[in-house]
C-alpha cells in the first residue's frame, strides 16, 4: 500500500507563496513602513509605572512634563526623552528600539553587527531585542535607519512613478487626441494668443509686485487675471469681425509635433544638471524630491503612451466607438486605458527601477535627499569613509536590490496578469 | 538618402538655436553665478579697498556682466531710460523697485550716475571714509531703506550729501506709478550677452572662460582636459560590453529555453538588480584593501602616461588600475546587450530566409555567425545610437568612486559653482551628441532595412 505523492494543501500554499513571493514580500514590506513609527523608535510604547501609566508615543508632551517634574535625572537619555525618571518603572519597547536619528553615544561609535548597545545594558529593564542587529555606524542602529531609508525611497519612487505616469498620459493622450485635428488658426489669433500670455505675464506676475499695496491682494490679483482674459476674449470676438486681408492665411500647428521636439528638447539637457537646478527651486525635503523626479521622468513613459494610443487609435473598435459618438472621455477610459496596461507596465516597472536608483545615487553623491532625512544612497556613502565598516554598506545595498527585484519581479507578474495571451517568444527552429 | 541626410541636418539647426536659447534662459534664473564672482571673492568692506573695487570693476568687463542678456526685454514704461544692465543683483533690484515705484526711469539714472560721480571722487581724496563707505552701502541695501540711508549721508556731511539728495527729490518731484502697468519693449541691439557668446562660438569657436580662478580658465580646454578621461574609459567599456556580450547573447539564443539559457537569464536578471555603484564599491573594498585581497590599486587617475612609454607598456602598465572602473562600467551594458541579442537574434532565427539557406546547405556557423547575426545585431546598433551621449557625460558616481577627473565631476561643479560659461559648453555639447546619436541610429535603421521610411 503505497500513498500516491498528492501536494497536501500546505506544499500547495508554500508552492503560491513561493510563485508570489515578490509580491507577498514587498505587501509586507510597504505594510511594516506603514506601521514604522511603532516597530521602529526609539520611545517605548508604553510606560507603566506605580503612578502612571501611559503611552509616551502617543502623549510625548505629558512624558515631558512627568521627566521635568523628576528631579534624578541620571545616565540615560535616549532619543529627546529622559527615561531614567521612569526607571522604577517597566516599559514596552518597539521591537527595533530605535529609530534614524536616535544617537545612543556621547562619541559615535560603529558598531558590528549584533552589538549589543552598552547604554541599553546599563538600563535595569532593557528592551528584549536591545542588540544592533546590522550594526550601528556613527552611533545610529543601521537597521533602523534602512527601515526608514526604504520608506523615504519606496515614498519618492512610487509618487514619483504615479506622478510621472499621471503627466505623461496626460500630454501623450494630448499629442494623440490633437494628432488629426492640427489647429487651424489665423495668424491673428496666433499672435492674438501670444498677447494674450505675455499680458498674464507681465500684469500678473511682473508689475503687479511694484503696484500700489491695494492692488497686491489675492482678490485683486484673481480680479486682474480675469479682467485680462475678459478683455483678451473680447477683444478676440471683435477682431473677428473685421475683415483683415493680411492676417487672413491661416497657419496650421500640430500639437502632436510641439510635444515630439519638447520631448526631444528635454532629454538633450543633461538630466543631472536638471535635477540639482530644480532642487534648489523646489528644496531637497521628500516630496520635493517626488515632484523633481516626475517633472523629469516622464517623457520616456509619454512617447510609449504616445504610439502606443496612436496604433490604438487606428483600431476598429474605437473607430466604431468614435463613430457611435460617444464622449472621448469615456473612450479614453473605456477602450485606451485598459487597452494600455499591457504595453505599459514593464517600461513603467523598469522606470521606477531607473528612479530608485537615480535617488540612492544621488543621495550618494549628498545632492538629492535633505541630509537630515535618512537616506539608503548616504547611509553606503558613509560607509565608505571607513574601510573596517562592511556593514553600513553591505545592509543598505542589499535593501536597494532587494527592492529593485521587487519592483521588477511584480512588473513582469502584472503583466502575466493583464495579457495572458501574449504572443509567447519565437521559438528555434533552426538548431 | 544624401536629400534625407542633409534636410535632417539642416533640422537640427534650428533646433540647437532653440537649445541655445533655452540654456541663456537657463543660466539666466540663477542670477546667484554673478552676485557670487562679486560678493565672496571682493567684499566692499575688506581692507584692500581699492584694489578690490578694481578687481570687481574688471572682472566685470571680463565677464561682460555688465551689458544685457538678449536682445530685447519686456518691462514696464516706468523702466524707460532708467539704469540698465546693473551686474550687481541686489543693486539691480533696489533700482528697479525705485523705477516702478516712481515712474521716472531717466530721473533714476541720474540719481544713480550721482553717486557713482560722487564716489569715484572721493575714492581719490579719501577711500576709508565713513561717508563714502555709507554712499557704498546705499547702492546694496534695500528699496525700503533709501530713505535711511540718505538720512544717514545727510547727517555725516549735509554739504556732500547735497547731490545725492536733490537727485532724489528729483525723482518724485513729478512721480507718475501708473506707468509701472504699462508694458513696453526694451531694446538692447546687437551689444548684449547671448549676440556676442553666438558670435563668438560661431566666429572662432571662442566658448568663452570659466568663472574659476584656476591655471586652466578657457572653455574648451577645460572640456578638452576633462573630455578624454571619460572618453577613453566608456569606449574602452563599451567596446568591452560588445565582445563579452554578443558572444553571451549568441549563445543564449542557440541554447534558448535549455537548462543553461534559464540558469544564465535567471542569473542576468538578479545582476540586473544589482546596482553598479555599490558594486563598484564593494569591489573596491574587496580587491584595493590592503587587509584583504590587495589586487589592484583604486587610483585609476594615478595612471599617468610617462613619457617615451610604449603604447603597449603604458596598457600593460594600466590594466591593474582600469580592471575594477571597467568593470564597474561595462556591467550594466553587458547584461542590457546580451538580453538584447539573444532576444533580436531569436526573432530573426524563425525566419524564413535562413530555412531556405539551410536547405541550400550553408553551414550552421556561417548561418548563424554571418546570416543571422548581421540581421540580428540592428537593432543593437540602433540602440547603441543612445549611449553616445553617456559616452561623453560621464558617469558622475562612479568617477567619484573611483577619483577619475571627467565630464561627470566637471559638470557636477559647475552646476554647483554655477559656472555659466561651462554649463552652455557642457548642454550645447551633449545636445548636439543627442541629436546625432538619435540621426545616426535612424540612418542606420534605415540602410539596414530600405523599408524604413522616415517622414521628413
Known sequence: MSSSPTPTSLIKLLKWIWRNLAMLSLGLLCLLLLFLPIIANDIPLWVHTKEHSFSPLLSPTYADQLVEEKEDKTFFTLGSYDWSAFQDGSYIWPIVPYSHTSNTERIPAAYPPLHPNPTFSKLADPPLLSRHWLGSSLGVDLLASILYGSRNSLIIVLGAGFLSLVLASLIGGLAVYFKNKPFHSSLWDFGWIILGLLGVYFWTFYSRQHLPSSLQETASKLLITCLIIGIWWIGKKVFKRIPFSFFQPSIRISLDFLILKLIEVLNTFPALMLIISLSIFFGNDVWDMVLILSLLGWTGLARIIRTEAFKLSTSGFIRTAEGLGISPISIFFRHYLPNMVSPLILPMSSSLKVLLLVESSLSYLNIGLASNQPSLGRLIATGTTNLSDWWTILFPGLTLCFLILTLHIIGEKIRDWVDPFMVPEAENRLI | MLKYLAIRLLGLIPLLFLITLLGFGYSALFPLSNERLLNEELTPESEDNKVNIRKQKALVDYYKLNIPLFYFEIRSLAEKGGPAHISSPTERRMFRKLCLASGQGAAVKRFRDTIIDLEDQLQGQDSSSAFLIELRLLRQRPFQSISYSLNKLATISAEQAQPVLSAYEDIYSTSAPWKAGIPTILSHGLNNRYHLWLGSILSGFDWGKSYKSSSITSVTERLGYYMPWTLSISLLSILIALVVSIPLGVWMALKANSWKDKGLRNLLFFLDGVPRFWLAIIMLKLFTNPDFLHLSNSEYANAVPVEG?????????????????????????????????????????????????????????????????????????????????????????????????????????????????VLLGILVLSATLTLLGYLISDLISMWVDPRVRFDL
Not at chain 2, 600593460?316 to 588600475?321: A, E, G, N, Q
Not at chain 2, 546580451?338 to 535562413?354: I, W
Request: hydrophobic fraction near 50%.
Open chain 2, 309 to 421: 612609454e610604449s603604447m603597449f607598456h603604458l596598457i600593460l602598465r594600466m590594466i591593474p588600475f582600469m580592471a575594477i572602473p571597467l568593470f564597474a562600467y561595462s556591467y550594466g551594458y553587458i547584461i542590457y546587450l546580451s538580453r538584447m541579442v539573444r532576444a533580436s537574434l531569436l526573432d530573426v532565427l524563425s525566419q524564413e530566409f535562413l530555412l531556405s539557406a539551410k536547405v541550400r546547405g550553408v553551414p550552421n556557423k556561417k548561418l548563424i555567425w554571418k546570416y543571422a547575426l548581421k540581421n540580428a545585431l540592428l537593432p543593437v546598433i540602433t540602440v547603441s545610437g543612445a549611449f553616445i551621449p553617456s559616452l561623453v557625460s560621464g558617469s558622475v558616481i562612479l568617477e567619484r568612486i573611483f577619483s577619475i577627473n571627467g565630464m561627470g565631476e566637471e559638470t557636477l561643479r559647475a552646476v554647483f559653482e554655477f559656472d555659466v560659461p
